[in-house]
């Protein structure tokens, strides 16, 4: 069954494969919110978790990290901005997700997705920003699958377009 889980001692295995995996596939890891070094696992699980709350930094916001799982396997990450900023508004917003490359193609990042806006319904979230890369379909798909309304592009640095969209979650 497919579930979202955060993150613990007990994910070390599965957490340096799915690192690996998107490692030598030379590709980004998404979100880039678990792309950290993980040789001291236990630092790891600490970084991850600490940035649930705010602390001394009214200029950071605070996430939630998700792990994709369906019993042993972890096939995905989830990230989710609790609120957010100028630069989530325009590049980023409230979820960040990303299904392992040899887990690709079978649906899951639609389902992944489903779970996240679950998940920050329960922190209050009343309508999230998803937003992606004007030339990742795939994702595109995936939002609008989730009932994704387009809003008005952001062109960032370098031209690349990044497509914005909302989802409501009251009710």
């Known amino acids: 069954m497919l579930q ?4 613990t001692m007990a ?3 599965q957490v340096l494969e799915f690192l ?3 490692r030598e596939r030379e590709e980004t890891i998404v979100p880039n919110a678990v792309d950290r070094d993980a040789s001291d696992f236990a630092s790891y699980v600490k970084q991850i978790r600490d940035k649930e709350i705010r602390v001394n930094n009214l200029s950071w916001v605070p996430s939630t990290t998700y792990w994709l799982t369906d019993g042993d396997e972890l096939l995905g990450a989830a990230n989710i901005r609790h609120e957010l900023n100028d630069n ?3 590049f980023g917003g409230h979820i960040g ?3 392992k490359p040899s887990a690709r193609g ?8 489903e779970l ?3 998940k920050a319904k329960e922190l209050g979230i009343e309508r999230a920003l998803i937003t992606c890369d004007r030339t990742n379909v795939a994702s595109r798909q995936v939002i609008l699958n989730n009932g994704g309304i387009p809003d008005t592009p952001f062109t960032a640095e370098g031209g690349k377009i990044v497509e914005r969209f909302w989802i409501e979650l009251k009710g």
């Open 4 to 7: 979202l889980v955060k993150t």
């Open 11 to 13: 994910q070390q295995a």
């Open 20 to 22: 690996k995996e998107w």
């Open 88 to 90: 989530l508004l325009n």
């Open 97 to 99: 997700y990303g299904i």
């Open 106 to 113: 079978r649906g899951l990042a639609t389902k992944q997705l």
């Open 116 to 118: 996240a806006l679950e």
